[in-house]
């Protein structure tokens, strides 16, 4: 893996690519760091979720939580 951070100085950018990942998929991405900074600031809580399952799935997901933990004991 190859990973960079760089502050253009126009609007065009040149890639070579190296010659192990000739033939491969690849990935590219082009983001602004701070961007990437805000994004975060905006994490998702589980609070965020309350409410999206019925009152009977949380009871038989509990069931089965509590029966996971009672085998690990």
């Given at each position: 893996?190859i990973?960079?951070r760089?502050?253009p100085?126009n ?11 000739v033939g491969?998929?690849i990935?590219v ?14 994490t998702v ?5 309350r409410g999206?399952?019925?009152k009977e799935t ?7 939580v509590n029966i996971?933990r009672?085998?690990?004991?």
């Amino acid at each position: 893996m190859i990973r960079t951070r760089l502050t253009p100085k126009n609007t065009d950018l040149h890639l070579s690519i190296p010659e192990g990942y000739v033939g491969k998929s690849i990935e590219v991405r082009l983001y602004a760091i701070d961007e990437l900074k805000e994004e975060s600031v905006n994490t998702v809580t589980m609070k965020d979720f309350r409410g999206t399952l019925s009152k009977e799935t949380a009871t038989e997901l509990q069931k089965k939580v509590n029966i996971d933990r009672n085998e690990w004991s």
